[in-house]
Nanobody
Framework: QVQLVESGGGLVQAGASLRLSCVASGRTFGSYAMGWFRQAPGKERTFVATISWNGGGTYYADSVKGRFTISRDNAKNTVYLQMNGLKPEDTAVYYC??????????????????WGQGTQVTVSS
């Protein structure tokens, strides 16, 4: 019912920055907490960041804390992931997700109801 479309991925060198965007189709975007997850080839999907329904609270995986920033613009139905100081280990497909239930945000992928198609981020050495 809710569709999410990510964009902004690409191939960059270590130390570079990228800004991912995720646009939601729903009319009640502001009532969903949002999250970003990533999955490297042959590995499990892991949590990256989450933001509460009103943007008042954020939480990050230790591996990205201090480098990545999640934000949202409810007027544009969009959530962002600003990624600075990228490292080769950040290489993965990045997915955005939405949950209408856990409005403060959650790091558990099982608790998200809607997922985007993913956008590839590749960081070279």
């Amino acid at each position: 019912q809710v569709q999410l479309v990510e964009s902004g991925g690409g191939l960059v060198q270590a130390g570079a920055s990228l800004r991912l965007s995720c646009v939601a189709s729903g009319r009640t975007f502001g009532s969903y907490a949002m999250g970003w997850f990533r999955q490297a080839p042959g590995k499990e999907r892991t949590f990256v960041a989450t933001i509460s329904w009103n943007g008042g609270g954020t939480y990050y995986a230790d591996s990205v804390k201090g480098r990545f920033t999640i934000s949202r613009d409810n007027a544009k139905n969009t959530v962002y992931l600003q990624m600075n100081g990228l490292k080769p280990e950040d290489t993965a497909v990045y997915y955005c997700a939405a949950t209408p239930t856990y409005l403060s945000g959650t790091d558990s992928g099982k608790l998200y109801d809607y997922w985007g198609q993913g956008t590839q981020v590749t960081v070279s050495s």
